[in-house]
């Protein structure tokens, strides 16, 4: 029986807290900064968290479930 790979993407895009929480970063921070405002990128650079129905899908990806 073959391994199951993790899917190569979701592992570079997602990150499991120790409580079990996935994160990831926010979009819109690669480029065209200079029209949004600092308190905006700022905001953006902090990670968020997966929405609960996405998380299933992301636990799929990622062989934790």
Avoid: D, Y
């Avoid at 570079?12 to 994160?23: A, S």
């Avoid at 902090?46 to 636990?59: E, Y």
């Amino acid at each position: 029986m073959p391994k199951v790979k993790t899917n190569s993407s979701a592992k570079k895009r997602f990150k499991v807290t120790g409580t079990g929480e996935l994160m990831h970063q926010k979009p819109f921070k690669r480029h065209i900064l200079t029209k949004k405002s600092t308190k905006r990128k700022r905001a953006l650079g902090i990670k968020g968290t997966v929405a609960p129905s996405h998380k299933p899908f992301v636990m799929r990806l990622l062989r934790l479930k």
